[in-house]
């Protein structure tokens, strides 16, 4: 398993935003952390997930996460609240780099370490492999630059397994 600083990523959006025309807005989370419900999740299974990422431009070209991180989360009520609050669903969502930044102020640092991370292949397909029966997220940015601005922005979809299951997962906007 990755360690992914998911508060590196939050800070570098909030900088970001900073130094251009983009509302930052600050908010809390009010659940609590809690461990006790994360270790199944992490604790080794027999699921496996693949899936692929992708938006397509408004020329119609496709970009995909090649070479990029995809993230698996454990979708606990604190990771619930956490979606909710980035991206409007605990279900599925997207947020454009050209939109405002919303920054989480009060992120558990357990939490960013019950995070699992692969990285996208050259066609922009992941896969996780020895996943425990449960509820989860995957996470990925996709970005592309058009002359001096930057487009795209982050994927995000909650999904189930169990029992062995091979599940699939297209995450598009």
Known sequence: MKRVCWAAAVA????S???GCVTVQQVQISNVYDPA???P???????QVTGSALIRQSGGGVVTCAGTPVELVPATP???EWARLLFGSDQQGYR???????????????????????????QGFFTFADVAD??????TRIQWRVGDSMQGGTLMKAF???GGQKQEIVMAP
């Open 12 to 15: 570098a959006v909030a900088a």
């Open 17 to 19: 935003a900073l130094t």
């Open 37 to 39: 419900l994360v270790a």
């Open 41 to 47: 999740l992490l604790a080794p299974g027999n699921n």
């Open 78 to 80: 604190y990771a619930k």
């Open 96 to 122: 454009s780099v050209m939109g405002g930044a919303t920054v989480i102020t009060n992120v558990d640092p357990q939490f960013v370490k019950a995070v699992r991370s692969t990285t996208c292949n050259a």
């Open 134 to 139: 449960g509820d989860f997220y995957t996470l």
């Open 160 to 162: 189930s397994v169990r």
